[in-house]
């Protein structure tokens, strides 16, 4: 428990920084729903951004199909987070993550009797979210979740974990990223290697399927991540790579990532692990 605090007391001071650099921008759509925990607020007619408020914007989307609908990631601690989609939606609901990390599989996950995850990402269970009772089921890289009438696709996107997930509705031309690209401010875990397999198969996605953006796992409303985004990832990482760009100490980088990378719009923290 001690551990899973530490954690996210580690990515609240991150975020919290990314947000002041951001300058606190407002969330587009309609206010539906708000407490002291979590607000609303609905995009088109079956979307909603949720917006927590423990983990500086810590980011959840509820998304609808005719028969059904998936919550992808579940903040923080939101209390009666089941209720309080109850309130959005009537359709049965089924929870997915993009990662494992606490501020998107936080104690709210406890209000539902399953999650969905990248089976690659179990080895973070243990230190963070080591109480869920539930049953965990595993997504697969290409499946599609069939919502009737609305589908997303579901591709793995390691790098930030080993086991991160991108969901993206080609219909509406947009997905659901999670940390998978950083909301401007990448924590890289894995390798570089990883990162830039990552982008080259994810920016000829966007591009084949005209996927415009993605909904960030932090959102402050003007940080989408764009294809452009993704291409500036690779061009970077290989400038690191191929010794073009050195990165900075950063004697107190959090979660032993001690070196930071920024150029090209991109920022990036990683250890020397991620050089191999």
């Given at each position: 428990?001690?551990?899973?605090?530490?954690?996210?007391?580690?990515?609240?001071?991150?975020?919290?920084?990314?947000?002041?650099?951001?300058?606190?921008?407002?969330?587009?759509?309609?206010?539906?729903?708000?407490?002291?925990?979590?607000?609303?607020?609905?995009?088109?007619d079956h979307t909603w951004i949720g917006t927590g408020r423990m983990m500086s914007n810590e980011s959840l989307y509820l998304v609808e199909g005719n028969e059904k609908a998936v919550l992808i990631d579940a903040g923080t601690k939101i209390p009666d987070l089941d209720k309080i989609i109850s309130t959005l939606t009537k359709k049965p609901v089924i929870l997915?993550?993009?990662?494992?990390?606490?501020?998107?599989?936080?104690?709210?996950?406890?209000?539902?009797?399953?999650?969905?995850?990248?089976?690659?990402?179990?080895?973070?269970?243990?230190?963070?979210?080591?109480?869920?009772?539930?049953?965990?089921?595993?997504?697969?890289?290409?499946?599609?979740?069939?919502?009737?009438?609305?589908?997303?696709?579901?591709?793995?996107?390691?790098?930030?974990?080993?086991?991160?997930?991108?969901?993206?509705?080609?219909?509406?031309?947009?997905?659901?990223?999670?940390?998978?690209?950083?909301?401007?401010?990448?924590?890289?875990?894995?390798?570089?290697?990883?990162?830039?397999?990552?982008?080259?198969?994810?920016?000829?996605?966007?591009?084949?399927?005209?996927?415009?953006?993605?909904?960030?796992?932090?959102?402050?409303?003007?940080?989408?991540?764009?294809?452009?985004?993704?291409?500036?990832?690779?061009?970077?990482?290989?400038?690191?790579?191929?010794?073009?760009?050195?990165?900075?100490?950063?004697?107190?980088?959090?979660?032993?990532?001690?070196?930071?990378?920024?150029?090209?719009?991109?920022?990036?923290?990683?250890?020397?692990?991620?050089?191999?």
């Amino acid at each position: 428990m001690k551990k899973t605090l530490l954690v996210a007391a580690i990515f609240t001071f991150l975020t919290v920084a990314l947000h002041a650099q951001m300058g606190g921008a407002q969330i587009e759509g309609t206010e539906v729903f708000k407490n002291e925990n979590v607000t609303f607020h609905q995009i088109d007619d079956h979307t909603w951004i949720g917006t927590g408020r423990m983990m500086s914007n810590e980011s959840l989307y509820l998304v609808e199909g005719n028969e059904k609908a998936v919550l992808i990631d579940a903040g923080t601690k939101i209390p009666d987070l089941d209720k309080i989609i109850s309130t959005l939606t009537k359709k049965p609901v089924i929870l997915v993550a993009t990662h494992v990390h606490p501020d998107h599989t936080g104690s709210s996950i406890d209000y539902f009797p399953e999650l969905f995850i990248n089976p690659a990402d179990t080895i973070n269970i243990p230190q963070m979210m080591p109480n869920y009772n539930g049953q965990i089921r595993f997504l697969n890289d290409r499946e599609i979740i069939d919502l009737g009438g609305r589908q997303l696709e579901v591709i793995f996107t390691p790098g930030h974990t080993p086991g991160s997930v991108t969901f993206i509705d080609k219909a509406a031309g947009y997905g659901f990223s999670g940390d998978s690209f950083g909301s401007g401010n990448l924590l890289l875990t894995t390798n570089f290697s990883t990162l830039i397999a990552t982008c080259e198969k994810t920016s000829v996605i966007m591009e084949k399927n005209s996927i415009m953006y993605f909904y960030p796992g932090h959102y402050f409303g003007m940080n989408k991540e764009t294809r452009q985004r993704v291409v500036d990832m690779i061009t970077l990482s290989r400038d690191v790579l191929s010794g073009k760009v050195k990165g900075e100490e950063n004697p107190n980088g959090m979660i032993g990532l001690n070196l930071v990378v920024s150029d090209y719009g991109v920022r990036i923290n990683y250890n020397a692990k991620a050089l191999r």
